[in-house]
């Protein structure tokens, strides 16, 4: 075996590194051995000259390998995980769970928490009071075989090279690298045990990748590395130019994602949900068509059983279940103020992450990752991109803890949005990649 220097050399004169280079790799940074300045390089040599699909493989599960891998065996059935490149108002995981799961998916889910403009459905589900994102090993399986299904935080020895590495990535100006990214996230999911993951991965002003194709070329990538893995894999690409949905923050999320389990979802969050669940329940083999499994869902949402499932997921995991029955069981913002529009025309979304700013800066959405946020604070959206608005509609209502915070959101939201003469084009492209 070369030296860490030489491994360096290697990937900057454009080599491909082998699986014995990329394991002594993870494993001298994990055991402290290879100091942050010479992965550093390595990374931007990364970053400069790419991984093949190989490289990017063995890197994902060197990555996988450097913690606990979930064993979800004792589980009967097709585990099922659905995962997010993340977007602002994305509360799909919180409707399509329980739906899937109500027909007959298991779902053994671990999510994240939520940084910068976008949320993380960990802190949405803590705003359901008492509720805990932390199970052992053990009760988060046996959850999963008695409810169908389980929502936890990721734990602490998950794809552990995997934390170090991002860390170093932020620093070093090399996140945004395609086998990097892929391999980040797929090192996560392949640890958390399931047998099939439904890809969605987010493009456009709310969303990490900033254009259709580079969402594309990560998603087939994440495939690749979830196929050589043994995984079933399917990607779905969502446009992500505008908020899904109408609520953004934390709570008035979880709020929002009840109503869709009691048949009231907003129009874009139907169409988001109608390519994810059928993807979910076919990669579960409870159905073999999108039809035949659309059908299974509306039943469960027409029934109350998806509903019913997520309330039984709130009660194993100590929350209160009757928040679903009654909203004002959720901690509320003390302050609500209105935007109003200041001309007539159309609503136009200049910047969803814009947008997801606002709940930032409302104390709702983190700066770091340690930072303590407000679980009640948010917005809701009284009109959506190529809406017909007069001067003074409301556009949208702040849920704040002073004034300070509201008047800030208020002109963040603003700026975020114009109102315009032309109806801008009303885009939610949603589709499942081919194979
Ligand atoms: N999310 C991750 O988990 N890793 C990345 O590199 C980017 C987004």
Redesign the pocket.
């Known amino acids: 075996m070369s030296g860490f220097i030489d491994i360096i050399e290697k990937k900057r004169d454009k080599g491909k590194l082998t699986k014995e280079e990329i394991q002594y790799f993870i494993d001298g940074y994990v055991a402290g051995e290879i100091p942050d300045y010479q992965v550093s390089a390595l990374l931007m040599a990364i970053y400069l000259n790419g991984c093949d699909s190989e490289e990017t493989y063995e890197l994902t599960m060197a990555m996988a390998r450097s913690g606990d891998i979930m064993d979800l065996s004792d589980i009967p059935g097709i585990k099922v995980d659905k995962h997010s490149?993340?977007g602002v108002g994305d509360k799909v995981t919180l409707i399509v769970a329980p739906i899937a799961a109500s027909c007959g998916v298991p779902t053994a889910k671990m999510s994240?928490r939520g940084l910068g403009f976008t949320g993380g459905t960990i802190d949405k589900l803590e705003s359901i009071p008492n509720f805990s994102v932390t199970l052992s090993e053990e009760d988060f399986i046996s959850q999963v075989k008695n409810t169908g299904y389980a929502l936890i935080g990721q734990s602490k020895d998950l794809a552990p090279a995997?934390k170090l590495l991002?860390a170093l990535?932020d620093v070093t100006g090399t996140?945004g690298c395609a086998p990097?990214?892929?391999?980040?996230?797929m090192s996560?999911k392949i640890a958390a045990g399931s047998d099939a993951i439904v890809l969605e991965v987010t493009h456009g002003t709310g969303a990490?990748m900033k254009d259709e194709e580079s969402a594309v070329e990560l998603a087939r990538i994440m495939m690749d590395i979830g196929r050589r893995a043994g995984l079933k894999m399917t990607a779905v690409i969502t446009d992500m130019n505008e908020p899904l949905g109408h609520a953004i923050g934390n709570s008035v999320e979880v709020i929002e994602a009840i109503e869709a389990l009691k048949g009231r979802a907003d129009e874009d969050v139907m169409e988001v949900m109608k390519e994810i669940i059928p993807d979910m329940i076919i990669a579960g083999e409870r159905a073999t068509s999108k039809e035949e499994a659309w059908k299974m869902a509306t039943e469960v949402i027409e029934s109350g059983k998806a509903l019913e499932c997520f309330k039984k997921m709130i009660e194993a995991q100590h929350g209160d279940p009757m928040v679903t029955e009654d909203y004002g069981r959720f901690k509320s913002a003390p302050l609500t103020t209105g935007v109003h529009a200041q001309s007539d025309g159309y609503l136009r979304v200049k910047s969803c992450a814009g947008i997801g700013e606002c709940v930032k800066i409302l104390g709702g959405g983190r700066v770091t990752k340690e930072q303590e946020i407000d679980l009640s604070v948010g917005l809701c959206m009284k009109k959506k991109n190529g809406d017909s608005v007069k001067k003074g509609d409301l556009l949208c209502e702040i849920y704040s803890l002073n004034e300070e915070t509201a008047n800030e959101a208020s002109k963040q939201f603003l700026s975020s949005v114009s109102v315009v003469d032309e109806k801008p084009e009303k885009a939610r492209l949603i589709y499942t990649l081919d194979e």
Not at 180 to 185: C, E, P, V, W
């Open positions: 490149t993340g994240g995997d991002y990535r996140v990097l990214i892929a391999s980040s996230i996560k990490f």
